[in-house]
């Protein structure tokens, strides 16, 4: 168990519809990135949160949006879904120290399927 | 633009043996590697996190090597068990930024 949970664990939503996915993250930790992975690859990098503030994003579309709370939660929002979007959607948690690359903690994942 | 690639894609191996996963990275400009664990349709279990300043790192059965210069990282796990069977996936950080390969299905048949 790593102590990071993510809420649903399953979607079903219809082309063009948003979805909101959370994620909660070790207490302490103030990083929190996302990561989609389609079936049968590895995960790909959507965006790291430090400290409530997006800090990186990797080669995903305005659409991909994110919040991190003060509490240690954090949402993706992925607004006018796209029947490629269905994947398992990742969240990690780190504290996150200058110049160290430090221990990323996965979630279990939420399984999002676009029809 | 950094790439992982994962040598073989999959493997299958009697109880007992002893084996090797392959990692190679194009850029070695990270801050360190992870090796995680994943079981179908779950999420993903680190197994062994290396430093860039470090070259191996072990945990049980399993040892990790990293060698920066050459691009490559090896998992080594010993008397694989049939509780193995996963895939196992290799990622370099990039200032937070886990770029993975695609991942070594592994079966260990009793």
């Known amino acids: 168990e790593t102590g990071v949970t993510q809420s649903p664990t399953h979607l079903i939503k219809t082309r063009g519809q948003q979805v909101t996915l959370r994620c909660s993250s070790q207490s302490g930790h103030n990083t929190v990135s996302w990561y989609q992975q389609a079936l049968g690859q590895g995960p790909q990098f959507i965006f790291q949160?430090?400290?409530?503030?997006?800090?990186g994003r990797g080669n995903f579309p305005p659409r991909f949006s994110g919040l991190q709370f003060p509490n240690y939660s954090s949402e993706l929002n992925v607004n006018a879904l796209e029947l490629d979007d269905s994947a398992l959607y990742l969240c990690?948690?780190?504290?996150?120290?200058?110049?160290?690359?430090?221990?990323?903690?996965f979630g279990p994942g939420t399984r999002l399927t676009v029809l | 633009k950094q790439e992982v690639t994962q040598i073989p894609a999959a493997l299958s191996v009697p109880e007992g043996e002893n084996l090797v996963l392959n990692c190679s990275f194009t850029d070695s400009a990270i801050y360190n590697l992870q090796w995680f664990r994943q079981d179908p349709g779950k999420g993903l279990t680190s197994l062994l996190l290396?430093?860039?300043?470090?070259r191996e790192q072990t945990s049980g059965r399993l040892n990790a090597s990293l060698d920066k210069s050459s691009g490559r990282s090896t998992l080594y796990i010993a008397a694989s068990q049939p509780g193995d069977s996963a895939t196992y996936l290799c990622a370099v950080d990039q200032g937070g930024k886990l770029i993975f390969g695609q991942g070594t299905e592994l079966s260990v048949k009793p």
């Open positions: 290396i430093q860039s300043s470090q």
């Open positions: 990690a948690s780190s504290t996150r120290a200058s110049g160290v690359g430090d221990e990323q903690f």
């Open positions: 949160y430090y400290r409530e503030e997006e800090n």
